[in-house]
């Protein structure tokens, strides 16, 4: 295992992201914001119809029958819509296609923290506006010149969601660069909330969003991106010079069907909604504090209880929730949306063990 | 549809790959190296057998069930494999990974065109040696200084495959450099051809393969790179840095069954290559030329028919081969090795057409 120095010293070094753990054993999985309940029914009727001679044939580049069912959908036109593999694949293309200028791109000092793996990846420059002490975006950080700007909304790790108003004013104070809002959450903050709204108006907004989280489908790795035409064919030229046939059949199949069923989708997601609301309640009874959580996880901490302790207690009782071990959120925990069920067992746990009072 | 003229400005702006046609009519479908057989029946068994409620989950970010299936394999370790999105994903990562010196890197000027692409879009400086007028990579040209080298065996669309100890001697030549040979269709030039068994001797050279042709799976995007350790490792740390879960639960179950079926493998690998050779006697009984084929497609050329118009004449009957209008191969045609009965229809017509004998 002997690489000279010559390639050692161009290969290109990265601090990658690390993604949360994957058990495998039977435990209480809280720690990925993945959703409780399985996708719609149907998915699993398209699996078991589709014809696995096919499978010798390269899929349609154009991702064309998941294209038109996302317009339909959002009720934009097919040239509006991009897709990828997940919305990671989406959002690294986009940094790779509109984040060029020299001008730093900015996004928020505590949020997803894919955003700056891919500004390094890419060698891009950025800037972080600090979340003020409430974990706010302060709109006025990004009134200045950019290269581009990327925020979730609702943002992450914290849960909280900004009205279309705020959006609007960031947008009227950046008409000179492109603007993407992540919104990998969005259907959680309930209906009407998304930028989508807003695309009329603004050429250079782009949204992103996923099928993960609201729509049960993180297996299949499933994202898009909606937006002005001309951005969306500068985002698949890259796209097709990067690699033609990203999303293979099954994606394409499984992530129509998935589309079409509207009522189970309502339902789950506003089941999400309702056990998120009730564990908002249960944390309070016992002490925690928490922003106000419009995603499918909530962002809490405790007075008396150590977060890293928690979380490793939580742990070794097989509940497995997310810590970072950064400045401004280490004592914050990020709690997934389980099943109804998952929840009790967590509180029941957390009832137990702060009972015992044994705190900071 | 207005941007301003920063946003345009600061756009990445590349020229997209085009990928050969997909058409949606029955046709002989001859143009995109597809393999005519479907995947190994145990494909359709496992598709059928996976349970759509744990799509809900993400994938395991490591592929660990298709890294340890191609380790065994191959015959090495699990740190010495790769996976990616089809092996256009494990190449462009890799151009990105290993290809950061300031000295242009090497491959041939006909060969795979994503090359450019990629060197392009990352910004790579490139220079390619020319093939001989056999179109035979010259491994002289090879044999100064560079920043890495790449090129696929068979080469494409030439089909030509190269020896071990042409390989080795580039190899030799240059180990300071990463050395990327591109397998893509190796399993159609017959057993023990791979650079594989090289890896022993060689810490720089990364071999990269796909379930794309041989394995008859296209459409499910499947492409991995087998090398030293450290370069993996690399290649890993860049992967998770773009995108974690890049594989989708379907395409590792897949792609791990369709590893185990080695007979099924070797046995319409076999026909295939059958099918090539009896195809090269009827395309010189009608008076073309071509190389020496070691992949799933000839390269072939007629004395007394323009190549486009060839091309042409073939589509409007239904037949899809492939055609560049680029110098030097323009009067070429490659065309992919179907099934018995479909390389028939296109020698009936092929008879017939030089028979009315419309030439130049």
Not at 175 to 180: A, E, L, P, T, Y
Request: one cysteine or more.
């Amino acid at each position: 295992m002997a690489l000279s120095p010559n390639i050692l010293k161009h290969i290109r070094k990265v601090e990658p992201y690390v993604p949360g753990e994957q058990p495998q054993n039977r435990v209480v999985k809280l720690n990925t914001n993945e959703n409780p309940y399985p996708p719609a029914p149907g998915v699993a009727e398209v699996l078991q119809s589709l014809d696995t001679d096919q499978f010798r044939l390269y899929p349609d580049p154009t991702a064309e029958v998941l294209v038109s069912a996302l317009a339909e959908n959002y009720g934009v036109s097919k040239e509006q819509v991009f897709v990828g593999v997940g919305s990671d694949d989406v959002l690294a293309m986009c940094f790779l296609t509109f984040f060029q200028s020299e001008m730093p791109i900015l996004f928020p000092d505590i949020t997803y923290s894919f955003y700056k793996v891919w500004a390094n990846l890419y060698r891009i420059p950025y800037e972080c506006p600090k979340l003020d002490d409430n974990f706010r975006i302060q709109k006025e950080d990004y009134y200045r010149s950019n290269g581009g700007i990327i925020f979730p909304n609702p943002n992450a790790p914290t849960a909280i969601y900004e009205s279309l108003e705020f959006i609007e004013d960031i947008l009227l104070h950046n008409q000179d660069v492109v603007v993407i809002v992540d919104e990998a959450y969005i259907d959680f903050a309930g209906e009407g909330k998304s930028a989508l709204s807003l695309l009329g108006r603004y050429d250079n907004l782009l949204v992103v969003q996923t099928f993960s989280k609201a729509r049960s489908m993180a297996g299949m790795r499933i994202g898009y991106a909606i937006g002005n035409p001309l951005l969306i064919r500068y985002l698949n030229d890259v796209k097709y010079s990067f690699n033609s046939y990203t999303m293979n059949q099954v994606s394409l199949a499984c992530g129509v069907k998935a589309l079409q069923d509207k009522e189970y989708f309502r339902h789950t997601v506003d089941t999400i909604m309702e056990t998120r609301e009730w564990a908002k309640a249960e944390f309070a009874k016992l002490g925690f504090h928490f922003t106000d959580a419009s995603a499918n996880f909530l962002f809490v901490t405790h007075p008396n209880y150590d977060a890293n302790e928690l979380f490793q207690v939580l742990k070794e009782n097989d509940i497995y929730v997310r810590h970072w071990n950064s400045d401004r959120i280490a004592q914050y925990l990020r709690v997934t949306v389980g099943t109804r069920e998952e929840m009790k067992h967590l509180f029941t746990f957390l009832k137990e063990y702060t009972l015992k009072g044994t705190g900071k």
